[in-house]
């Protein structure tokens, strides 16, 4: 058996080669590379399949992140930073770009734990935060973690009672949905990342924000060109964040197949959930019923103390896997010193930081490949025991 990678980009671009050539090729025609005719087209086809009425390019999912949250400061707070008391509640367990946006936008997160059977931020510890501490917090930004929706209806009431917004970091879920909405589509803004490793991935660094408020979407604009509807007269702190013409031009075409990727993902995880079931040692992700799991990472717990042995066997047989994330939030540096709360014990979040290991799954990843790590994965858990 080749070598196991994570995800088979080399695959993908075969397959749909004819398409993104075209796309490349259009660009090195027109060489309109600011803001050139990609870009709106891409804006205007995804504003339409996520269901809102608009997306903002932007040059990085974490962009998208920060512009959202900065967006909502000016609209909501006439200022171009939240103040340092401003709270947001989000999960510890996700990349830290999550948090990082949210102390880039000048706001404190406040972490509170995570569901065991989903890793998706836990709505109950949101709500227990919001009874004995809320007159901080002005948001909420729940992470679809793995490419799983969080429990948007839980959220969405909660924000409805405390009159907090929310950002869904949907960079791990395009196409995901909650009860048949497109995830970036229920809350007051959406951030998607188009990282190469994503489900609908770019040539390199890219990202989009959704909404369905058009103050927001347009302070986003002009936030991602320095701060201004003209370039040469600003009127906020802004960025040079705009998305490329030619990562545009690739994404669109990539987006082309994104929901049949998006279904063979799908299989290959039910072929995953049904080799591994029962497998002492191991837990399988669990996926809530409203939900339509986009499976941007198949992801298993494994016996504390265990993974390393597990992930050193598969290595050996040549697969690759890897751990998302070895380090909750609320541990790294960057947000301590008082720039970050806990809320409670954060026990879920921690323990899942030493048992989490995520398994190749690419859409291209043939049948043989999916049962070969499927025997690997068993083949170390009758190895050491367990
Ligand atoms: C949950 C989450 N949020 C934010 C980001 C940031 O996206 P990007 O890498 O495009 O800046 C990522 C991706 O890396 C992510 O996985």
Same mark, same amino acid.
């Given at each position: ?9 080399? %695959? ?9 050539? +075209? ?23 995804i504003?339409?399949y996520i269901g ?15 512009? !959202?949250?900065? %967006? ?9 930073? /939240? ?9 510890? /367990? ?6 990082? +946006? ?14 065991? +059977? ?5 709505? &109950? ?9 809320? &007159? ?8 679809h973690?793995?490419g799983q929706s ?8 909660? $924000? ?10 949907a !960079?791990q879920a395009f196409g995901g949905m909650w009860? *048949?909405k497109k995830l970036g589509s229920?809350?007051?803004?959406g $951030?998607f &990342?188009f /990282?190469?490793?994503k489900n609908l991935g ?9 909404? =369905? ?21 600003? =009127? ?7 998305? =490329?013409?030619?990562? @545009? ?5 990539k987006f082309?197949y994104l929901d049949e990727f998006n279904e063979k993902r799908r ?5 995953? $959930?049904?080799?591994?079931? *029962? ?12 939900v339509y799991h986009v499976y941007n ?14 992930? *050193?066997?598969? &290595?050996?047989?040549?697969? !690759? ?5 070895? /380090? ?20 879920? !979040?921690?323990? @899942? ?8 799954? *690419?859409p ?23």
């Amino acid at each position: 058996m080749k070598a196991v990678p994570m995800l088979d980009l080399q %695959a993908e671009y075969e397959y749909m080669k004819g398409d993104i050539d +075209a796309a490349i090729l259009r660009c090195l025609t027109h060489q309109k590379w600011i803001l050139g005719p990609e870009v709106d087209e891409l804006e205007n086809k995804i504003a339409k399949y996520i269901g809102v009425q608009h997306a903002v390019g932007t040059s990085s999912g974490t962009e998208a992140l920060v512009l !959202a949250l900065r %967006a909502l400061s000016i609209k909501l707070k006439g200022q171009d930073f /939240f103040d340092k008391t401003a709270e947001i509640i989000t999960t510890p /367990f996700t990349f830290t770009a999550t948090g990082d +946006a949210i102390l880039r936008a000048g706001a404190k997160p406040v972490f509170v734990d995570i569901d065991p +059977a989903t890793y998706n931020i836990d709505a &109950s510890k949101i709500n227990e935060y919001l009874k004995t501490n809320h &007159s901080n917090v002005v948001g909420i930004v729940p992470v679809h973690l793995y490419g799983q929706s969080c429990n948007m209806d839980a959220i969405q009431e909660i $924000a409805q009672e405390y009159n907090l917004f929310v950002v869904e970091d949907a !960079a791990q879920a395009f196409g995901g949905m909650w009860k *048949g909405k497109k995830l970036g589509s229920i809350g007051t803004l959406g $951030a998607f &990342s188009f /990282f190469p490793s994503k489900n609908l991935g770019g040539f390199g660094d890219a990202g989009m924000v959704s909404t =369905d408020d058009e103050e927001l979407a347009s302070i986003v604009r002009m936030l991602i060109k320095h701060g201004g509807k003209d370039k040469y007269n600003v =009127d906020y702190i802004g960025y040079n964040a705009r998305l =490329d013409t030619f990562q @545009a031009a690739v994404i669109d075409a990539k987006f082309r197949y994104l929901d049949e990727f998006n279904e063979k993902r799908r299989v290959i995880a039910g072929l995953y $959930a049904s080799g591994l079931k *029962g497998l002492k040692g191991i837990s399988l992700p669990e996926t809530l019923s409203d939900v339509y799991h986009v499976y941007n990472q198949y992801t298993i717990g494994v016996t504390e103390g265990k993974r390393d042995e597990l992930q *050193g066997y598969l &290595s050996e047989n040549g697969i !690759a896997s890897m751990v998302y994330y070895p /380090f909750p939030l609320h541990k790294m540096k960057v947000f301590k010193s008082g720039r970050s709360k806990v809320y409670d014990e954060l026990v879920h !979040a921690e323990q @899942a930081a030493q048992m989490v290991l995520n398994l190749p799954i *690419g859409p291209l990843q043939q049948r043989e490949v999916t049962d070969y790590v499927i025997e690997s994965v068993k083949g170390s858990c009758r190895k050491n025991g367990y």
